[in-house]
Protein backbone atom coordinates (compact mmCIF):
# COMPACT_ATOMS: atom_id res chain seq x y z
CA UNK A 1 0.00 0.00 0.00
CA UNK A 2 2.67 2.36 1.16
CA UNK A 3 4.73 2.26 -2.54
CA UNK A 4 0.95 2.20 -4.32
CA UNK A 5 -0.45 5.45 -2.77
CA UNK A 6 2.00 7.99 -4.28
CA UNK A 7 0.91 6.77 -8.17
CA UNK A 8 -2.98 7.59 -7.50
CA UNK A 9 -2.31 10.57 -6.01
CA UNK A 10 0.11 11.83 -8.30
CA UNK A 11 -2.25 10.99 -11.04
CA UNK A 12 -5.69 11.62 -9.15
CA UNK A 13 -6.30 14.16 -12.29
CA UNK A 14 -6.63 10.81 -14.52
CA UNK A 15 -9.90 9.89 -12.71
CA UNK A 16 -12.01 9.29 -14.42
CA UNK A 17 -11.10 10.33 -17.85
CA UNK A 18 -8.68 8.37 -18.21
CA UNK A 19 -8.97 5.28 -16.17
CA UNK A 20 -6.40 3.43 -18.62
CA UNK A 21 -3.67 5.32 -18.18
CA UNK A 22 -4.08 5.37 -14.66
CA UNK A 23 -4.29 1.57 -14.70
CA UNK A 24 -1.16 1.33 -16.52
CA UNK A 25 0.76 3.38 -14.27
CA UNK A 26 -0.80 1.67 -11.33
CA UNK A 27 -0.05 -1.62 -12.86
CA UNK A 28 3.73 -0.75 -13.90
CA UNK A 29 4.29 0.52 -10.49
CA UNK A 30 3.06 -2.53 -8.78
CA UNK A 31 5.14 -4.89 -10.91
CA UNK A 32 8.23 -5.13 -9.43
CA UNK A 33 6.89 -6.26 -6.35
CA UNK A 34 3.29 -8.04 -6.91
CA UNK A 35 3.63 -9.12 -10.91
CA UNK A 36 1.57 -12.02 -10.20
CA UNK A 37 -1.81 -12.32 -12.47
CA UNK A 38 -3.87 -12.01 -9.04
CA UNK A 39 -1.54 -8.71 -7.49
CA UNK A 40 -1.76 -6.70 -10.18
CA UNK A 41 -5.06 -6.59 -10.89
CA UNK A 42 -6.03 -6.00 -7.04
CA UNK A 43 -3.39 -3.10 -7.02
CA UNK A 44 -5.21 -1.44 -10.38
CA UNK A 45 -8.79 -1.76 -8.43
CA UNK A 46 -7.41 -0.15 -5.36
CA UNK A 47 -5.02 2.46 -6.69
CA UNK A 48 -8.19 3.58 -8.49
CA UNK A 49 -10.35 3.97 -5.48
CA UNK A 50 -7.74 5.91 -3.97
CA UNK A 51 -7.47 8.22 -6.82
CA UNK A 52 -11.18 8.75 -6.62
CA UNK A 53 -11.03 9.36 -2.56
CA UNK A 54 -8.28 11.46 -2.75
CA UNK A 55 -10.22 13.50 -5.99
CA UNK A 56 -13.30 13.92 -3.52
CA UNK A 57 -11.10 14.84 -0.24
CA UNK A 58 -9.55 17.35 -2.36
CA UNK A 59 -11.66 19.31 -5.18
Do not use: K
Request: proline letters at 10%; charged letters at 15%.
Amino acid sequence: MMRLAPVPIAYSHYYPDRIADLTLLLTESSRPTHGSDQCLPACACFGIMLAALWLRANP
